[in-house]
């Protein structure tokens, strides 16, 4: 009886960090000036069974992934407030940064969470501030395949994709 009452203590504990790392970024959802686009495991599971895409490697990609995150905004203000929620997330996520580009005002972070070998990552985390003033903010989660993640963002049409490829070589070597 001990043991189960410690580990719904532990539970308790750590739920708080568990709910704030998932919804850290959901409060820009609601905000104007920002466009969200938000895509749920069952979503990708559903793109899989319908089955729309005729590219089998595109559907095994999907197939692994929980979930898709993107906020996009051109307010300053937004901006900055995406800038702090982003330090404090990159302090308590455990994030390896994998690669920053800073080319023509355009400034690219991009940061992952190791998964079961070197091609996968459990989560890819991307910060993107672009000299016009777009701010974006991406978080894929799932067991993802850094050789096709450009694939994925190119189909999607994801912003600030064309920076995952780059990636993708760099974690190799």
Avoid: C
């Avoid at 330090?87 to 994030?95: E, Q, V, W």
């Avoid at 000299?131 to 050789?147: A, K, M, P, R, Y």
């Amino acid at each position: 009886m001990k043991v189960n009452k410690l580990i719904i203590a532990i539970a308790l504990v750590i739920s708080p960090f568990i709910n704030y790392a998932q919804s850290q970024f959901d409060k820009f959802e609601d905000m104007d000036g920002v466009t969200t686009i938000v895509v749920s495991q069952k979503a990708f599971e559903l793109m899989t069974k319908i089955g729309v895409e005729s590219d089998d490697e595109y559907l095994d990609l999907i197939k692994n992934l929980k979930s898709l995150k993107v906020f996009v905004t051109e307010n300053t203000d937004v901006a900055k407030q995406m800038a702090i929620e982003v330090k404090n997330y990159l302090k308590t996520s455990n994030l390896e940064e994998l690669m920053r580009v800073n080319d023509n005002g355009n400034n690219v972070k991009i940061y992952i969470k190791e998964g079961n070998n070197k091609d996968f990552v459990k989560e890819l985390f991307m910060f993107v501030k672009s000299e016009d003033n777009q701010t974006v903010i991406i978080s894929l989660t799932g067991d993802i395949d850094l050789n096709q993640i450009s694939k994925l963002t190119e189909k999607m049409n994801i912003p600030g994709g064309e920076h995952l490829n780059k990636a993708s070589k760099q974690k190799k070597s």
